[in-house]
C-alpha cells in the first residue's frame, strides 16, 4: 500500500499564519489511489492514546459503503497519540491524515480539521467516542437524498467502567419531534422542539457548504463550545434530517473528561450564549423557537452553575444578570407561561432561587481546554 506526504504549505491551517506554520509538524499522509470522498471525518485528539483505536475503527464501521477521508487533529498530546492514529490509519484502504499542532483546545482543533476537510458532508468524533455501524454511511446518503443542511442520528452514553449503555439525556425530546417516525426532515423553524435538544456536534453530519458559507467555526479558547454553533447552526434555517437509529455512543466517566471538571471554565458557557444571541439568525427567531432555545440555553446554564466548585458559584450567579438582559422579554413571557420556574430564575438568578431550580445534569461535548485530556 502506498501512501505520499502531501505538502501543506497552500493549506489554510486554522490560527497559523505562514510565519509561523514552521512551528508546527504537519504531517499529511493520502492513500494514492481511489474516488473523492464523500465525507470527511474531523477527530480532534489530546491524550487519547488509550481511546484512539477504538474510536478509529468504529468510525471505519460507520462508514459502510462511502468513500471518506479521516483527519486526526492531535493537539499538542504528550502521548504517543499521533504514532497510534497513523499505525492504525495506514492499514486501512480509506484517505487520511494526521496533523500535530500545538495544544489549543477542542474547538481550534476542529476548526484546523475543518479547514483542510475536502468532502462534500463532514463529521467531528471525539477522541473517546464511538459511532455505531454504517451510522455514517445512513447520515449522508439521508442528507443527500432530502438535500439537507444537517442529519443527526440518535444517542447513547455508556459507562467508561461498567460499558452500560443508557439513552442520552435529550431522548425524550427526541421521541417528541420524530413522533414515532423512523426518519424525518424539516426546517428547523417550523419544529420549536428543536432548540431545546442537546448540542452535540459529534451526533451529525454537516454539509461542509454550508458550514464554510455561514462560518460555523468553533470559539477557541473556550469549554462549552458546542452552545453556540448548534443554536445558529438550527436558526439559520437549513433543512435538518432525523435518523431514528443509533449513531453516536458517548463515553462517560473516563477520568480526566471536561465534564467532569468543577473550573472557572464553566463560565465559558454564559459567554458562548451572549455571543449566539448576537447572531443574526438567532435575533430573527419567532417567539416559539425563542421559547423553546431559552429553555434549552437555561438548562444547560443551571447544570454548569451547579456543577462548579463552591467557591466559583457567586462569580457565576454574578455574570448570570448581564446574560439574562439580553433575553428577548417576549420570550421569557412565552417561556413563563409553560415554566414559570425557570422564567423566574432569568429574571432574578439568587443564590435562594437557584438553590430551589434544581436541573437534571445534561451532558454534552465540551470543550477541550488545553492540556486537559480528551472528552
Known amino acids: 500500500m502506498e501512501f505520499s506526504i502531501t505538502d501543506c504549505s497552500d493549506k489554510k491551517i486554522s490560527g497559523i499564519s505562514a510565519a509561523d506554520r514552521n512551528q508546527f509538524k504537519i504531517d499529511v499522509l493520502n492513500h494514492k489511489s481511489g474516488p473523492s ?39 499538542g498530546s504528550s502521548d504517543e497519540t499521533a ?71 440518535r444517542s447513547v452514553v455508556f459507562s467508561d467502567t461498567t460499558l452500560a449503555v443508557r439513552p442520552f439525556y435529550d431522548s425524550e425530546i427526541w421521541d417528541s419531534i420524530l413522533g414515532g417516525l423512523q426518519h424525518r426532515q ?52 437549513g433543512r435538518v434530517g432525523i435518523i431514528n437509529e443509533i449513531g453516536l455512543l458517548y463515553r462517560e466517566g473516563r477520568s480526566g473528561a471536561i465534564t467532569q471538571s468543577k473550573s472557572e471554565g464553566r463560565l465559558d458557557v454564559l459567554s458562548n450564549v451572549s455571543d449566539a444571541l448576537d447572531h443574526p439568525a438567532i435575533l430573527d427567531l419567532n417567539d416559539e423557537c425563542g421559547r423553546n432555545l431559552l429553555a434549552g440555553y437555561m438548562s444547560i446554564i443551571n447544570w454548569c452553575r451547579q456543577s462548579i466548585a463552591v467557591q466559583l458559584r457567586h462569580k457565576f450567579l454574578a455574570a448570570q444578570p448581564s446574560l439574562h438582559r439580553k433575553f428577548p422579554k417576549k420570550w421569557v413571557r412565552k417561556l413563563a407561561l409553560s415554566d414559570k420556574e425557570t422564567a423566574r430564575l432569568i429574571a432574578k438568578p439568587t443564590r435562594r432561587t437557584a438553590a430551589n431550580h434544581a436541573s437534571p445534569r445534561h451532558l454534552f461535548h465540551a470543550d477541550q481546554a488545553p492540556n486537559r485530556g480528551c472528552l
Open 186 to 237: 424539516f426546517c428547523p423553524l417550523i419544529e420549536p422542539r428543536v432548540f431545546r435538544t442537546e448540542p452535540k456536534t459529534c451526533a451529525r453530519i454537516w454539509k461542509r457548504a454550508y458550514v464554510e458559507e455561514h462560518d460555523l467555526t468553533f470559539p477557541e479558547g473556550r469549554l462549552f463550545e458546542d452552545v453556540g454553533i448548534h443554536s445558529v447552526a438550527l436558526a439559520i434555517g
Open 83 to 153: 504514532d497510534i492514529a497513523g499505525a492504525i490509519l495506514s492499514e486501512c484502504n480509506t484517505s487520511w491524515m494526521v496533523l500535530s499542532r500545538p495544544n489549543g483546545g477542542l474547538s481550534a482543533a476542529r476548526n484546523t480539521g475543518r479547514e483542510v476537510a475536502t468532502a462534500p458532508y463532514i463529521a467531528y468524533l471525539d477522541g473517546d467516542d464511538l459511532m455505531a455501524p454504517r451510522a455514517y454511511e445512513r447520515m449522508v446518503r439521508y442528507a443527500e437524498k432530502f438535500d439537507c443542511a444537517q442529519v443527526f442520528s
Open 37 to 75: 470522498p464523500e465525507l470527511s471525518v474531523i477527530i480532534p485528539s489530546y491524550n487519547c492514546a488509550a481511546t484512539l483505536p477504538e474510536t478509529l475503527r468504529s468510525v471505519l464501521a460507520a462508514t459502510g459503503k462511502l468513500t471518506i477521508e479521516v483527519i486526526v487533529v492531535n493537539d
